[in-house]
Structures are given as structure tokens and as C-alpha cells.
């Protein structure tokens, strides 16, 4: 094992051995590579390497702390990667939602109280069939949001937060193409809020499976659509 890949479990180590917590200062350099056993050079190797997977922040002529942890923070790589492969990848990315959505849809139903279920509805009270697809897609992500959101688990929210902003260009590709697109999706979000306010766990599960696959589904047959958002003149909202 090389040294930095030591020195980085070996600070991994202490942060799942609570000695170091969100907005902890780590000992000076000299100090703790003493501690672990290990060179000031591998040690400064390990912490500009977790600086960049935003574990540790760096301040200059301060020292170096551990980040708040909050997993919207961890997992801003993955999102830099989803950017990188935005259009490349863009039915892999919603093969990743029709998994995990769902399953923050469910969470979402055990978990809503009276008043978010009501929130649901309001956000569909927004919106009709002579809703521009702008607005439409705009819509889309809020609601989508707000359900992953009643889930109460910060994890999916930040992977699906990533996730379904980087499918925006599809979404509305889907709507300025596809006959009745608008009419299907907000007949689809009123089945889903039933389906959240009936408790049903695999009801929930099913409709939501099948909305983000109507999308995917279109994808399969759009041929290279997808790769022609790059021309398009889009508005990024919400990207």
C-alpha cells in the first residue's frame, strides 16, 4: 500500500473513531505525522487528497479542518463525474432514478405527515395542461424534489439531487417532441400524491417506477435525440 493511501486511512480511522468530528481542527502536521508513523510528505499528500473529496478543508494560515460531513458536501464528485458524462450517459442516469427513486418515494409515504401530502397537491395546483414546458420541467424538479425531500434521508437527497438536475435537457426535450407529454406528466405526478397518501408501499413503488421509465422508455426509441440538446437552445433552469 503506498504511503499516502496509508496516511488517508489512517485519518479515515480517527474520523470513524469519533477522535476527529465535523469542524475539528487536526493537529499541526509535525505532530501528527509523528502520531501515525508516517512522513510529512505522505501526510500532506493524503489531506490535499481529501481535501478534494471536500472530507477536510484547507485554510490557509489557520490549519486544516474536517468539513461538516453532510453528504451534500461528500458527494459533490460524484456530481463533477455525472457532469463529465452528462449526454454520454444520460439513460444510464435515469436508469439510476427509476432505482432509487422509487425507493425515496416509499420512505416519503411512511414518513409524510398530513401538511406534506397537502404540499404536494399545492405544487400540482400550480400547473394545468396549458402549462408552457419550461415551467412544466421546472415543476417536474420541484415536485420530484419535495418527495425525496419527505423522504427524511439526506443521502438520496444529495445522489438524486445530482442525479435529476443532470436530466433536465432530456426532460424538456421529451416535452418540446413528444405529442401530450404535459398532460401525461402532471396525470402522472396526481397518481403518484395517491399513491403517497394511501400508504400503500407498492403502489407507491409501481407508479413511480413507471413515471421515470416513461421517460427512459422514450429515450430507447428517441434515437440520438438526446445528443442533439447540445444544439439546442435550451435554458439550463434548474441545472
Given at each position: ?42 501526510l ?41 458524462h ?43 395542461e ?35 438536475s ?22 402522472e ?21 413507471s ?8 429515450l ?18 434548474g441545472?
Open positions: 500500500m503506498a504511503l499516502t493511501d496509508q496516511a488517508i486511512l489512517e485519518i479515515k480511522g480517527m474520523l470513524l473513531r469519533g477522535e476527529l468530528g465535523p469542524g475539528d481542527r487536526l493537529p499541526p502536521e509535525k505532530e501528527l505525522s509523528e502520531a501515525l508513523g508516517l512522513s510529512r510528505n505522505s500532506r499528500e493524503a489531506v490535499k487528497a481529501l481535501e478534494l473529496i471536500r472530507v477536510l478543508d484547507v485554510r490557509r494560515g489557520d490549519g486544516t479542518y474536517v468539513t461538516s460531513l453532510e453528504p451534500r458536501l461528500l458527494l459533490e464528485a460524484m456530481s463533477f463525474v455525472v457532469d463529465l452528462q449526454d454520454s450517459s444520460v439513460l444510464e442516469l435515469f436508469e439510476a432514478r427509476r432505482i432509487l427513486e422509487p425507493g425515496a418515494a416509499v420512505l416519503a409515504g411512511r414518513r409524510a405527515k398530513p401538511e406534506d401530502v397537502e404540499g404536494l397537491w399545492t405544487l400540482l395546483d400550480e400547473v394545468d396549458d402549462t408552457g414546458v419550461e415551467d412544466l420541467v421546472a415543476h417536474d424538479i420541484t415536485f420530484h424534489a419535495a418527495i425525496v425531500a419527505m423522504s427524511g434521508n439526506s443521502y438520496l437527497m444529495s445522489i438524486l439531487d445530482g442525479l435529476s443532470r436530466t433536465l435537457r432530456a426532460r424538456i426535450w421529451r416535452g418540446l417532441t413528444e405529442q401530450g407529454a404535459v398532460q401525461r406528466t402532471l396525470s405526478h396526481r397518481t403518484i400524491v395517491d399513491a403517497i397518501a394511501s400508504g400503500d408501499d407498492e403502489l407507491v413503488r409501481a407508479v413511480v417506477t413515471h421515470i421509465g416513461g421517460v427512459e422508455r422514450w430507447h426509441t428517441a434515437g440520438d435525440a438526446p445528443h442533439d440538446l447540445e444544439t439546442q437552445h435550451v435554458p439550463d433552469r441545472a
